[in-house]
């Protein structure tokens, strides 16, 4: 079965710092994978999304970047944060091969920026 | 006008009730029909997925989608407190590239008991 995981769960920033969060997928192969944030009481803001391997299209201008270095693994990456990028980032893929797009998600990563 | 609408509550009902939940959409290319449940400080977690108009049962949840009307609709049968939780409606097109899930903004659910 497939199995996605992301790290941190919980992470604390100062304004201005840097940021790395994870995304790995086990149990599918050449997933599409993407990167969504979920700000308090709102609905779910498609970030970046990825078909393929070095593949990456941005949804929104921001100070965020993303890479996939491996098939299954996504990176939310910013090189400073600013207090606007605090809220819930979650990561999702889908089967390549499905005609729906369905999607699914991981735990998800608690960020705040102070 | 967005492409998905979704009442966002709260909804709040008393255990053993029967709940109903509804998007609207403005894309008549939607074909694929999606309901997620997201607990709080959680993921989503997909619930039920129907294919065109029809309804789809699984367990206390029935999903209805009504093609002509653009309307979708989640039933919860003899609701829980395990059901509190915000319940998201997403839907596609015909695949084509990897960004065509639309999401409604969710709606908040909590059953008291």
């Known amino acids: 079965s497939q199995t996605i995981h992301q790290w941190p769960a919980t992470l604390v920033q100062p304004v201005g710092s840097p940021l790395s969060l994870e995304c790995t997928v086990e149990?599918?192969?050449?997933?599409?994978l993407y990167w969504y944030r979920q700000a308090a009481g709102r609905g779910l803001q498609l970030l970046f999304y990825?078909?393929?391997?070095?593949?990456i299209s941005s949804e929104v201008p921001q100070n965020l970047s993303a890479s996939r270095p491996q098939d299954r693994q996504f990176i939310l990456s910013s090189k400073k944060l600013l207090l606007s990028d605090s809220g819930f980032y979650l990561c999702?893929?889908?089967?390549?091969?499905?005609?729906?797009?369905?999607?699914?998600f991981g735990p998800g990563t608690r960020l705040t920026v102070l | 006008q967005k492409e998905v609408e979704q009442d966002p509550g709260p909804l709040s009902v008393p255990e053993g009730a029967i709940v109903s939940l509804n998007c609207t959409y403005s894309?008549?290319?939607?074909?694929?029909f999606m309901w997620y449940r997201q607990y709080s400080r959680k993921g989503p977690e997909l619930l039920m997925y129907?294919?065109?108009?029809g309804n789809k049962e699984d367990g206390r949840f029935t999903a209805q989608v009504d093609k002509s009307s653009k309307y979708i609709s989640l039933f919860i049968r003899d609701s829980q407190p395990s059901d509190s939780a915000t319940y998201l409606c997403a839907m596609s097109g015909i695949s084509g590239s990897a960004r065509q899930l639309t999401f409604g903004s969710g709606t908040q659910l909590t059953v008291l008991p």
């Open positions: 894309n008549s290319a939607f074909q694929y």
């Open positions: 149990g599918t192969s050449n997933p599409n």
């Open positions: 129907t294919y065109s108009s």
């Open positions: 999702a893929w889908s089967d390549r091969g499905s005609p729906s797009d369905t999607q699914y």
């Open positions: 990825s078909v393929g391997i070095g593949q």
